[in-house]
């Protein structure tokens, strides 16, 4: 890849168009905010593409018929797919636009088109499994361009998921497999209740799912520890060909929905860390793609961070881990030491 490949940015009004209704967290200002502060504070070596929506082979890799067959049905009206999920009447294109930008990041990063993609979609994809829509999620972003990126030639694909709730969507994808390696930490016990330190996997993929579930109220420090000391360890053991980050920034200390105490210093600190890995493992193929996130102060501002990163800017992690990220730093760490013997 050339060193003055640009980062990609891919977006489109489209993403506005998908309204889960009045009041609703997930909503269209989410992108709206994170627009308007890049347009006010461009970040040099970013380059904004169109995507193109998801073909059905596509998400045929990770999504049943029965559910791509249920999301169709829903073109052109307003529906309420479970308790906290709503679409309306463009909401499926949107999603499979959203898909298909996850699919054009990974492809991008891997043909040398890009030095590294953010995928600023909606909406979001972690909480989908391959045959229910829920959690404001309609299809798995993530898992999707993880299979894409397989298809494109990657032997080993990372996704990493750095969301305030646990992507159980992309755990039920890759449960058994040894080929996608799925990362989380997350706050837990909390929605959706999935993500304890002993699922680690089954059959082929035993080992293959690592979770670290934090209490609330942790910090920048503390998540770093994670990074230092369980996701990177166990990532450098897998030796990936290309790293998928499910970025949600739904951790950040002013969100509505999460609670946690990230800034935008810690979102650019794991961005680092991770673009740092992927540069010394993976060639630098680095796709981020935008799940949670819901406060229109900190997701704009921790986005621009990242994008920071991506371009070159480094950001390290304050130091003081908590006992409570320690705990359940070590209870991971025991659950997957018998497949990563280095933990």
């Not at 009041?23 to 380059?47: F, I, K, N, T």
């Amino acid at each position: 890849m050339s060193a003055e490949a640009p980062t990609l940015l891919f977006s489109d009004p489209l993403f506005l168009e998908h309204d889960p209704g009045r009041g609703h967290p997930e909503s269209p200002a989410r992108v709206q905010h994170v627009l308007s502060l890049l347009s006010d504070q461009p970040v040099a070596g970013v380059e904004m593409v169109t995507p193109r929506p998801a073909t059905d082979v596509e998400v045929a890799r990770v999504h049943t018929q029965a559910l791509r067959a249920q999301l169709a049905a829903t073109a052109g009206k307003h529906a309420v797919l479970d308790v906290d999920t709503r679409v309306s009447p463009r909401s499926h294109e949107a999603a499979l636009l959203a898909a298909g930008a996850a699919v054009g990041a990974a492809q991008a990063v891997l043909g040398g088109q890009a030095r590294n993609a953010f995928a600023l979609v909606r909406p979001p994809g972690h909480h989908a499994t391959p045959d229910e829509m829920m959690g404001f999620c309609l299809l798995n972003n993530a898992a999707i361009a993880a299979e894409a990126a397989r298809a494109a030639g990657a032997a080993r694909v990372l996704v990493l998921d750095w969301d305030v709730h646990h992507g159980n969507g992309t755990q039920a994808a890759f449960w058994k497999r040894s080929d996608v390696l799925y990362q989380s930490v997350h706050q837990f016990p909390f929605y959706p209740g999935t993500g304890a330190p002993t699922d680690v996997g089954e059959g082929p993929g035993a080992g293959f799912t690592v979770n670290c579930g934090l209490p609330g109220g942790r910090t920048d420090a503390d998540f770093g520890a994670v990074f230092h000391d369980l996701l990177l360890p166990v990532a450098r053991a897998f030796a990936p060909d290309v790293v998928i980050v499910s970025a949600g920034f739904d951790p950040h200390e002013d969100d509505p929905l999460g609670g946690m105490l990230c800034t935008e210093r810690g979102f650019a600190a794991m961005c680092s860390l991770v673009k740092q890995f992927a540069d010394a493992t993976a060639g630098g193929r680095l796709v981020l793609l935008l799940e949670g996130g819901y406060s229109l102060v900190g997701l704009p501002r921790s986005v621009h961070a990242c994008l920071e990163v991506l371009t070159g800017r480094t950001e390290e992690f304050p130091t003081g881990t908590s006992h409570e990220a320690s705990q359940a730093i070590r209870a991971s760490r025991e659950a997957l030491r018998p497949y990563w013997p280095t933990l």
